[in-house]
């Protein structure tokens, strides 16, 4: 079986599972602060990169259809 191919960041390959669990509870952990400290900013924030984007066309033309 082929190991998951990563994406985005350089991951040690080495670590033991011990190391790769306090690794995850360390990322859970900062995840929980972030949310706490800044919840409804993230939550504006993923809006807007989930919005559609607004095609803008100009009023002083015909539609092209």
Known sequence: ????????IALPRHWSPEQALA????????????????????????RRQQRPRQLHIPLDHEPPF
């Open 1 to 8: 079986m082929n190991p998951p191919k990563l994406t985005g």
């Open 23 to 46: 690794a995850y509870e360390l990322t859970e952990l900062l995840r929980e602060q972030l949310w706490l400290l800044y919840g409804p900013d993230i939550q504006k924030a993923l």
